[in-house]
């Protein structure tokens, strides 16, 4: 069960920490001495709910998650969550005032953009309150001033509003949560899945947030949820019938939020293993002093790369803007036309792997995650460097 430790910069799945493989696989075997692997036992089972148990009180501890909202793991990931939001969301507003009312979209980069089309696929009332392209010369990489579009937010009756808090293709990651939003009454729903854990955030602000596991904190296959009770409440009491009427897509049953609520998140077959892991990465984020100790690493990170890139700004070109670069996934190209595939080649020879960018984007993307470590983004920013100096 050893490897060398790996200097991986993939978007996703991403490397986890070394000790919770080396310990989930031991479990996957024999999970603490009863003679079966930790994916071998019922999901009901005493054990499995202790993982449960277990997974969401650490996550209700690292995250400081009040009592006013509930903690649970679906099957799925993010693109399920894109489907499951925009149902169980609609169904709660008209839980709440007996419209569907118009779900709203902050634009910022594709996935927020793939989730409003999967919204308006299913045919929910939705729209985009910006398109982060209109305001960039057709392009994402920056986020338009709450002057140019919170007024939207009181032109309608909006049953909730959406944004991906951390935009993994295109490096476009909110500062922080807008104003705006904070200081109206419409429920925020945000995707997290390539931030959650990665800096200290008030829970209290969000409606719902939604985060596929496999970046920051697990393997593929499951997603974690943190939702107001009070939106579980009004999802409840939104007939089927009254939905049928005002055409609302009925939300499958295993993707129904309080369904699973009620079940603990084992209502159907929870992949217990791949919580396991969640559960191993959130008690090592404990002991290592918490998302403010992650968080700090992370911002150092992140300074490493961007810094390293700037001082080389004649060589390699970083298309967001400055206030929004994201601290997770640092975008960038060369300027120099022919140089990408030896830039690449020379990063692996050091063993720099995974810093491809994005089909859709080209150039490059580091992605440093919370498992990257200090060490392997300092040989990064040494190596980003001597390429520039060594090929201008
Ligand atoms: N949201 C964000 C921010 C992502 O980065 C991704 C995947 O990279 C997704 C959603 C889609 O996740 P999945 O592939 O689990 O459906």
């Not at 904190?217 to 939104?238: C, F, H, M, Q, R």
């Given at each position: 069960?050893?490897?060398e ?15 919770v493989l ?6 996957l075997?024999n999970y603490?001495?009863?003679g079966?692997?930790?994916g071998e ?14 997974a ?10 009040p ?10 990931g ?6 499951s939001?925009?149902?169980n ?5 008209v ?17 927020s953009?793939?989730?409003l ?8 009332d ?7 392209k209109?305001f960039?010369n057709g392009?994402?990489?920056?986020i338009?001033a ?14 909730y509003?959406?944004?991906?808090e ?7 990651e909110w ?6 939003l904070?200081?109206?009454d419409v429920?925020?729903?945000?995707d ?8 200290e955030?008030d ?17 593929a ?8 009770k009070?939106i ?11 939905l ?27 992949p217990?293993f ?11 984020i404990?002991a ?5 100790a ?8 992140a300074?490493?790369l ?12 970083v ?14 190209t ?7 595939k030896?830039?690449?080649d020379e990063?692996a020879a050091?063993k720099?792997?995974?810093?491809k ?5 080209g ?10 470590s200090?060490?392997s983004?300092?040989?990064l920013?040494?190596f ?9």
């Amino acid at each position: 069960l050893e490897r060398e430790e790996p200097s991986h910069f993939g978007a996703g799945p991403a490397q986890l920490p070394t000790n919770v493989l080396q310990q989930a696989a031991k479990d996957l075997v024999n999970y603490q001495g009863i003679g079966l692997g930790i994916g071998e036992i019922s999901h009901r089972s005493g054990d499995a709910t202790e993982v449960i148990e277990s997974a969401k009180a650490n996550l209700r501890n690292l995250m400081n998650i009040p009592d006013t909202h509930e903690v649970f793991f679906m099957q799925g990931g993010g693109t399920t969550g894109f489907s499951s939001l925009a149902t169980n969301l609609t169904a709660a507003h008209v839980g709440k005032t007996g419209s569907k009312g118009t779900a709203g979209y902050l634009i910022t980069g594709s996935w927020s953009a793939k989730s409003l089309e999967e919204a308006q696929r299913l045919g929910i009332d939705s729209e985009a309150i910006f398109n982060a392209k209109d305001f960039n010369n057709g392009k994402f990489g920056s986020i338009p001033a709450e002057s140019e579009w919170a007024a939207k937010l009181k032109s309608k009756d909006y049953s909730y509003i959406y944004l991906c808090e951390n935009e993994t293709v295109h490096g476009v990651e909110w500062p922080q949560l807008p104003r705006a939003l904070i200081d109206s009454d419409v429920e925020i729903v945000a995707d997290l899945s390539s931030d959650i854990l990665s800096r200290e955030i008030d829970v209290s602000q969000y409606g719902v947030i939604m985060a596929g596991a496999q970046k920051n904190i697990g393997l593929a296959g499951l997603t974690i949820y943190i939702i107001k009770k009070s939106i579980l409440e009004n999802i409840s009491s939104a007939s089927l019938d009254k939905l049928r009427q005002l055409g609302v897509p009925i939300t499958p049953i295993a993707f129904e939020y309080p369904t699973v609520v009620k079940n603990n998140s084992a209502y159907n077959t929870i992949p217990i293993f791949t919580l396991h892991i969640i559960d191993l990465v959130l008690r090592q984020i404990i002991a290592k002093g918490g998302v403010a100790a992650q968080q700090k690493e992370n911002e150092l990170k992140a300074e490493l790369l961007y810094t390293a890139l700037d001082k080389y700004s004649d060589f390699y070109a970083v298309p967001v803007a400055e206030e929004c670069r994201s601290k997770m996934n640092v975008v960038f190209t060369l300027k120099k036309e022919g140089l990408d595939k030896k830039f690449l080649d020379e990063a692996a020879a050091l063993k720099l792997t995974g810093l491809k960018g994005h089909r859709s984007v080209g150039g490059f993307r580091a992605s440093i995650y919370n498992a990257v470590s200090v060490e392997s983004t300092k040989t990064l920013a040494q190596f980003i460097e001597d390429f520039a100096s060594k090929n201008a």
